[in-house]
């Protein structure tokens, strides 16, 4: 379970799903998002969900229902309810696996690992075959619908890392002073991650081929990037201070009045989840959204006797969330959050 444990941490990243649902009717139980003469329209979300446990630790969930993350036997998986937990085979040379991000179209994203952890590799998962993501000490963060996926990539010299972006299978480098690491990409490419600069500060990013290089952070403060969602939304921390980006400029959000909060994924009506508490070991699972605000998911559970919700690691268009909690003395168990209707 150490070992499971220390994978996860290596593993983790933000996620995000990307797509609006397709039902109008869903709306109003999930809180999800349609178009209505391309305008987004979002419904408060719930405030009660049931829980499905999970065979792995999920690190991610698109608009399908389809899960990503870890089995027990540490490696990277899909599981679903229709054809239940698919295993995907371990890349040759490689000890362990994690599902890091799963797109609409059921295309994941892995990092495979060493004995060790010191060598890691990105690879995407799809029809069937593993592909090799390009590029030195690799690893990928997130994918977007159209397979681009963003992430890091180390130079063969230095060996000094960099924020890269791979668009069908070439790698990218997104061009920095100092090195960094890109951490996310909503549909229309816009990317989100942190750079240093010469001075070794360390700082949010948004760019684009199309807009170049912006910084989110303030200049007299680290900052570091969290999630894009589909509107180019994002969340930036500093501290243990959280801001929401809207496209033109920061605004500070109310979290948790005591401990620090750490957001994890958004989806398209702003709404995120994430991890709160002193430490990692006395974490909590929280929701947020513009209507509510901040909420604990221990809460809002409707019957899961014995569940200890640790934190809520994604969060799809139809408001479902994934995460990683306890069960009883059992640690590190996965679940599922579907929201309830009219509760």
């Not at 990243?13 to 139980?29: E, H």
């Not at 405030?47 to 698109?62: C, D, E, F, G, K």
């Not at 699972?285 to 604990?296: E, H, L, R, V």
């Amino acid at each position: 379970m150490k070992v499971l444990r220390s994978l996860y941490a290596a593993a983790s990243g933000i996620r995000l799903s990307l797509v609006p649902c397709l039902f109008a009717v869903l709306a109003a139980a999930t809180g999800c998002v349609w178009r209505t003469d391309s305008r987004l329209v979002c419904s408060a979300p719930p405030q009660h969900y049931t829980l499905v446990p999970l065979p792995l630790l999920p690190s991610a969930i698109n608009d399908h229902r389809q899960i990503t993350g870890i089995t027990e036997r540490h490696r990277a998986a899909i599981w679903s309810e229709g054809s239940g937990l698919r295993e995907i085979p371990i890349p040759s040379g490689f000890a362990s696996s994690a599902g890091i991000g799963i797109n609409n179209r059921g295309h994941v994203l892995l990092m495979a690992y060493d004995l060790t952890f010191s060598r890691h590799q990105a690879f995407t998962f799809s029809n069937g075959r593993l592909a090799q993501l390009p590029g030195m000490q690799t690893r990928g963060f997130q994918l977007n619908d159209r397979d681009e996926v963003v992430g890091e990539a180390a130079e063969t010299v230095s060996g000094k890392t960099n924020p890269v972006y791979w668009s069908n299978g070439d790698l990218h480098r997104i061009d920095t002073c100092c090195g960094g690491s890109a951490k996310d990409i909503d549909r229309q490419g816009h990317v989100i991650g942190d750079m240093y600069d010469v001075d070794g500060h360390y700082f949010a990013f948004r760019w684009s081929v199309k807009d170049g290089m912006q910084r989110l952070g303030p200049a007299d403060r680290f900052s570091s990037a969290l999630a894009i969602n589909a509107q180019g939304h994002a969340l930036i921390e500093m501290a243990r201070e959280v801001d929401f980006y809207d496209g033109a400029g920061l605004v500070k959000l109310s979290l948790a009045k005591k401990f620090p909060s750490h957001p994890r994924a958004i989806n398209e009506c702003d709404v995120f989840v994430g991890a709160y508490g002193p430490f990692a070991d006395k974490y909590r699972a929280f929701i947020w959204d513009t209507s509510a605000g901040f909420g604990d998911l221990n809460d809002r559970l409707v019957s899961a006797a014995g569940w200890k919700l640790k934190s809520a690691d994604g969060i799809n268009a139809r408001g479902e969330i994934v995460g990683k909690g306890t069960l009883a003395s059992d640690e590190d168990r996965g679940y599922l959050l579907i929201p309830v209707s009219g509760k």
